[in-house]
Structure formats: C-alpha cells, structure tokens
C-alpha cells in the first residue's frame, strides 16, 4: 500500500513538471551527488596535503565566502542577463574548484581556488544554482503546488547526497585497500567532482528559453524593474529581514559542516572513510524523507510553525550527539537529528518564494541564498581551532545546537503574523 502510495506521488509529480522542470530536478541530482561525494573526504584530504586544523578551518571559510561574492552578483543578474546562462557559469566554477583542489598543495593557490570556485564543505547547496532554480519552479508550478514540489527537490537532492556519500567513502576505501595511497585515493574523489561540474552544464544548455523571466510588452516596464537595488523593490523590507535570520542559522550551521561532523567522527571514534559514508548515506536519506514529510505538516499548521516546531528537536539532538558514550549511540542520536533536520528546509523556500513578487524571485532566492552561505562562512575559521583542541573538540556541537534554537524563536517572533497566498 505504501509503495502504490509512492508510485502515485511520483506520477503525479512528473505531471506537473514540465521538460524544464524535469531537468532541474535531474541537475539538483547531479549536483548533490557531488557535493556528497566530496564532502566525506575534502577535510581529510586538504590534512593529507599538509594543512593544519587552522589552516583548514581558513580555507573553509574562504571557500564560502567567495562563493558568496560569486553568487550574490550572478543570482541578482540571472534574471536579466539569462538564467540559463548564469548556471552554466556556476558549473564552469565548480570544475575549476575541482581542477584546482586536485593539482596543487599549495595553500595560496588552494586559498584562491576555495575563493573563486564553487566548491561544498557541508554537502549542501552552495553557488548559484539552489536561488535560480527555485524562481524557475516556481515560474512554472501553482502556488498551491509549491512546497510539494520543493519538498520532492529537496528529496532527490538528500537521496543524492547520501548516495555521493556513500559512493565517495566507498570509492576511497576500495582505493586504499588495493594500495592506492590516501592521499591519492582522496584526490581521486576531488577529480571526479570536477568531472560532475562538467556534466552540470553540459545539463543546464538543454533548459528551453521557458525558463527565463517573462516580461510584459513594454520593454520600459522591465528595464525599470531591473535598476532597483539587488533586483528588489517591493519586497526588499521582507527579504532582508528573511536575509538577517537565515545569516543566523547558517552561522550557527557552519560549526556542524558534514566535512566537519565526518572529520570528528574520524578523531573521536576512529571511524574510517566507508563507514563514514556510510553514516552520512543513511543521514541524508532520512534528511531527504523529512523534507517530503514537511509539506503535509505545513498543509496542516502552516509553513512558518513547520519550520520552527520542527527544528527546535532536531537541534537539541545535535547538542546531544557529542554527549553520547559510545559511536552507536553517537550515530543513532546524529539519525534521529537528520530525521527531522530538514522540515524546515522546503518550507522555508517556498515561503520566500511566496511572500514576494514574481520578478523579485531569483534575486530574493539569491540575496537570502547568499545570507546563508556568509553566516556559514565565518564559522569554520573558529571550529578550526576548537578541532585541533582535544578539549574543545565537541564544542561545535553546542554552539550550533543553541544558536539554531535562538534563530527558531526569533522567526516565529518576527514573521508568524505574515502569510504566504495559500494560507490567506
């Protein structure tokens, strides 16, 4: 009965995508899949070229940092100069961070490759692309439809996170074990990132000119639209209030990248790079169901109680993670956060989406995108420390864990009152 339940969403979901539609859901897949694929490894591999915890910690920061600059300026331009064109861009940059990552020890040239490229220490969503594909679906499906249909994104891209995931630790575990050195097996990983960088866009050429912004017949109207500020008008108070919260939980998020949360699994428990992708596949995979999860919830109590009565759990078990005894406990607990982590995640896109206007999407989507990843940016330079610190090294946890909870009161606090259109 379950699996027809799920075969009849699926075909429901392919009726109301349309060929664009399908290929930004395939692109989410591939894109993810890298970013899973590397993230198991990236910590351990820039320790094997020579880096230490504080330098790591730097090159962490920097590489979300540059992709910030990056992304704010092609999000705010994507609707007038191209959507289609700036998503090529942004997979042109994640084959050049891989290239980079992958030829050089240096630490300046890996410092300029973390900042101009696009590269993924968490496993989550990084550069361009998240913002852009966001106003793209929702140019194309109702407003009714919306969550369901960012809830299935955020599905496929938890399932190909896990999948990369577990493919990478594999992939590096059978590498090691036919003699490859660490070293060389973790740069197996940081080229194969590259190459899904290369398929990304080979991808993002067969979107049709549907997915643009349409505009009216006056070009005037258009052109007047577009000199505003970051692309905003309207809804400029709203968004940079979102803008400001999402800093915070970002922030608060970079203590606990995957990269990070794998490399203190690795020192606490000795955990090995298969059993470590291992872990952060079934992670994602629950992570992935929660967020299908999340647009039922929110058709019952509404998106903003759905991102707030959902992630106050899941962050008091990330606080409970590191005060587990032993690694069966650790994991279980990790699962149990991941379970429900990611309610908040669709739920949250489709209400930014929903509380502004139609030719604000792709740069209020990228204006809060980029939010994120400044808040997520500042924090591994200082989990850098507490990593090389035996003492502090569950600290992290903590810190997340609390200001996350923080965040979560102040949202419902600040935008409980305001409505998306379907729950007028």
């Given at each position: 009965m ?65 992709d910030?600059i ?5 999000t ?12 090529i ?20 040239f ?17 550069g ?11 140019q ?5 439809k ?46 194969g ?37 970051l ?44 059993i ?36 106050i ?23 149990m ?5 990611q ?9 930014t989406?929903a ?70």
């Amino acid at each position: 009965m379950e699996q027809n339940n799920i075969v009849s969403k699926l075909s429901h979901l392919g009726q109301m995508l349309t060929g664009d539609g399908s290929y930004l859901f395939i692109t989410r897949i591939a894109r993810m899949f890298g970013y899973g694929f590397l993230s198991i490894v990236l910590v351990l591999y820039l320790e094997q070229v020579g880096l230490n915890q504080v330098q790591i910690g730097l090159l962490l920061t920097l590489t979300l940092i540059g992709d910030a600059i990056i992304s704010l300026w092609i999000t705010t331009n994507a609707d007038r100069i191209g959507r289609r064109r700036m998503l090529i861009i942004g997979a042109f940059l994640m084959v050049l961070a891989g290239i980079l990552f992958a030829i050089t020890r240096n630490f300046v040239f890996l410092l300029v490759a973390a900042t101009i490229g696009v590269i993924s220490p968490s496993g989550y969503e990084v550069g361009p692309f998240l913002s852009i594909e966001q106003a793209v679906l929702s140019q194309i499906v109702p407003d009714e439809k919306r969550t369901s249909i960012f809830a299935w994104y955020n599905l496929v891209g938890s399932f190909a996170t896990a999948l990369g995931a577990l493919g990478g630790g594999s992939l590096v575990q059978a590498l090691m074990d036919s003699g490859v050195s660490p070293l060389g097996s973790y740069r197996a990983i940081v080229i194969g990132y590259a190459i899904i960088g290369a398929l990304l866009g080979g991808l993002f050429t067969r979107l049709s000119s549907s997915v643009e912004i349409k505009t009216g017949d006056d070009p005037s109207d258009s052109t007047s639209a577009f000199k505003t500020r970051l692309g905003l008008h309207r809804s400029r108070g709203v968004v940079l209030k979102l803008s400001a919260l999402f800093s915070i939980d970002a922030f608060a998020g970079g203590f606990v990248l995957q990269s990070i949360v794998a490399y203190w699994f690795h020192v606490r428990f000795n955990v090995q790079p298969a059993i470590l992708g291992s872990i952060f596949f079934g992670a994602n995979i629950l992570a992935g169901l929660s967020a299908l999860s999340a647009s039922w919830v929110a058709s019952k109590i509404g998106l903003i109680r759905t991102m707030v009565f959902t992630h106050i759990p899941s962050n008091i078990l990330l606080i409970l993670v590191p005060l587990m005894p032993n690694l069966p406990l650790a994991i279980a607990v990790l699962l149990m956060r991941f379970s429900i982590s990611q309610m908040d995640v669709p739920t949250r896109q489709s209400y930014t989406m929903a509380v502004v206007a139609p030719d604000e999407r792709s740069a209020a989507a990228g204006i809060t995108g980029i939010a994120r990843t400044t808040g997520a940016s500042l924090s591994p330079v200082i989990t850098g420390p507490l990593l090389a610190n035996a003492a502090l090294l569950s600290l992290p946890f903590f810190i997340s864990g609390g200001l996350k909870i923080i965040y979560d009161l102040l949202l419902y606090r600040s935008f409980k009152a305001i409505k998306p259109p379907e729950e007028k």
